[in-house]
């Protein structure tokens, strides 16, 4: 394939002309043809690997584009679920026992507040106001200072404010508060008040009581 060599460095040489050398003629002839060949595919090799990657920008733009699908609200509507209940909080005001039986009529009951995250949540659906104060599940109508929820079974423990429940009128009914001090935590909101005073209120019920 020397010939072929010289073809690259120098026009001046030619191929032997001898019956022998006429073959090696013939093979440097083939094998220029295979390097122009060899020279084609690689450029269309490049030609197709360009247009795929123009294909791949184009389906990038073009493809539409997927949006997240909102996770539905297993509650009524005006209803915040929270760990498997639905949770209302009124915009009226009633007594105690009169919220406690909206809530009833509703399939619930006036909130049962067992953890700082349930309390927490709760809290945070509330505006904040010079004094804000919702009715929940709670009262010692029965016996002073012996708290019970709507359901029944004894409050342990709570979230009061320092110095409550006190008392102070006969405040036999827990309510919590908001106010917009923001120094205030949920964990210290709980008050006890006359049950018979006028105040919005804050219903619980299960999901699994709702049903579309």
């Not at 498997?84 to 809530?103: L, M």
């Not at 995250?117 to 010079?130: A, D, K, M, S, V």
């Not at 106010?179 to 699994?208: F, G, H, Q």
């Amino acid at each position: 394939f020397s010939c072929v060599l010289g073809e690259a460095r120098s026009s001046d040489q030619d191929c032997p002309s001898s019956t022998a050398e006429s073959r090696m003629q013939k093979g440097c002839a083939n094998v220029t043809a295979l390097t122009e060949e060899l020279q084609a595919v690689k450029r269309e090799k490049s030609q197709l690997e360009e247009e795929w990657t123009q294909l791949k920008k184009k389906i990038a733009t073009t493809a539409p584009q997927t949006t997240p699908v909102p996770t539905k609200n297993p509650c009524p509507e005006d209803w915040k679920h929270f760990n498997g209940s639905c949770y209302y909080v009124s915009e009226y005001r009633r007594s105690w026992s009169d919220s406690q039986a909206y809530c009833k009529q509703q399939g619930g009951h006036l909130a049962i507040i067992l953890t700082a995250e349930e309390q927490t949540f709760i809290w945070n659906l509330l505006p904040r106001g010079y004094w804000n104060s919702y009715w929940f599940g709670i009262s010692d109508q029965k016996v002073e200072d012996d708290w019970y929820w709507v359901d029944g079974t004894k409050l342990v423990g709570g979230f009061w404010e320092d110095g409550e429940p006190n008392n102070h009128v006969n405040e036999d009914c827990g309510n919590m508060v908001k106010t917009n001090v923001l120094s205030r935590v949920a964990t210290k909101s709980w008050y006890d008040a006359p049950c018979y005073m006028s105040l919005p209120w804050i219903c619980e019920k299960l999901v699994s009581t709702y049903t579309q």
